[in-house]
């Protein structure tokens, strides 16, 4: 199994890591790992290529497939490992938790099933791929819930990671979601509570400026739980979690 991969372009660890797309560059990764001999781990941000992002929908939804590579370099951009993998399919995509809070920078993980995963032996002694975009921080602070007929989830103070992907019945498992809100704000979601009707809605990672970096459109949105389940206090803290029944990933350069 290759070893040695793991790796980050931030801190001090001294080298960056890099991915290709069917051989070509599609930008610099945080961190990477392979597990095992046919599961990779990739830890990015915003700044991997659009076509990268378009990838992990299409692999999430549809189970496509492609070829690509992790080459570790050092500051100068000298190979330090390059490992290809064969067939990756992405399994599992995890978005952040998001505080309004807090400005603390995000990044998303993904995990891949490959058919196998081989470490070169002739690697060049360069790497000239592209590096991928400088684009605006994700931060935790700058996200936007929205539900049809809730109109006040702008007053949704966090929501807890979120994971897509994994099969349920052959299909892709859909996120849940668990968002805290105050009870002043919180009577849309207990009046739908009663009703159990399905709605629709999107969650969305924002750039400081406000415009949509990373979308989960969701479909099916059902009320699951709410915490306390009979209002006491205005000033409380309210826990709601939602189910879905169908999700899509989206992805805008900015």
């Known amino acids: 199994m290759p070893s040695g991969v793991s790796g980050t372009n931030q801190?001090?660890?001294?080298?960056?890591?890099?991915?290709?797309?069917?051989?070509?560059?599609?930008?610099?990764?945080?961190?990477?790992?392979?597990?095992?001999?046919?599961?990779?781990?990739?830890?990015?941000?915003?700044?991997?290529?659009?076509?990268f992002y378009?990838?992990?929908?299409?692999?999430?939804?549809?189970?496509?497939?492609?070829?690509?590579?992790l080459v570790s370099t050092d500051y100068s951009r000298k190979v330090i490992f390059w490992d290809d993998w064969i067939g990756g399919q992405v399994n599992?995509?995890?978005?952040?938790?998001?505080?309004?809070?807090?400005?603390?920078?995000?990044?998303?993980?993904?995990?891949?099933?490959?058919?196998?995963?081989?470490?070169?032996?002739?690697?060049?002694?360069?790497?000239d791929g592209c590096a991928g975009a400088k684009r605006s921080s994700l931060l935790s602070k700058n996200f936007k819930l929205s539900i049809d007929g809730i109109p006040d989830c702008c007053h949704v103070m966090s929501v807890d990671s979120m994971t897509a992907g994994g099969k349920t019945g052959g299909k892709p498992a859909s996120p849940d979601l668990s968002l805290t809100i105050k009870e002043t704000?919180?009577?849309?979601?207990?009046?739908?509570?009663?009703?159990?009707?399905?709605?629709?809605?999107?969650?969305?990672?924002?750039?400081?400026?406000?415009?949509p970096i990373f979308e989960l459109a969701f479909g099916g949105l059902v009320i699951a739980s709410i915490s306390p389940a009979v209002p006491l206090n205005p000033t409380a803290l309210v826990t709601v979690k939602l189910h879905s029944s169908t999700f899509d990933f989206r992805f805008w350069p900015n």
């Open 185 to 211: 704000h919180a009577a849309g979601f207990r009046t739908w509570q009663q009703t159990q009707t399905r709605k629709c809605g999107s969650f969305s990672y924002l750039t400081p400026n406000m415009n």
């Open 54 to 69: 378009k990838w992990v929908a299409d692999s999430l939804k549809c189970g496509v497939a492609k070829s690509g590579s």
């Open 92 to 127: 599992t995509l995890v978005f952040p938790a998001v505080d309004a809070s807090s400005a603390a920078r995000l990044s998303l993980s993904l995990s891949m099933q490959c058919k196998d995963i081989r470490r070169r032996s002739d690697a060049p002694g360069k790497y």
């Open 11 to 51: 801190g001090n660890a001294g080298y960056m890591v890099f991915a290709n797309l069917d051989g070509v560059g599609a930008g610099s990764v945080n961190s990477a790992d392979i597990p095992a001999q046919t599961l990779l781990n990739v830890n990015v941000c915003n700044e991997m290529t659009p076509t």
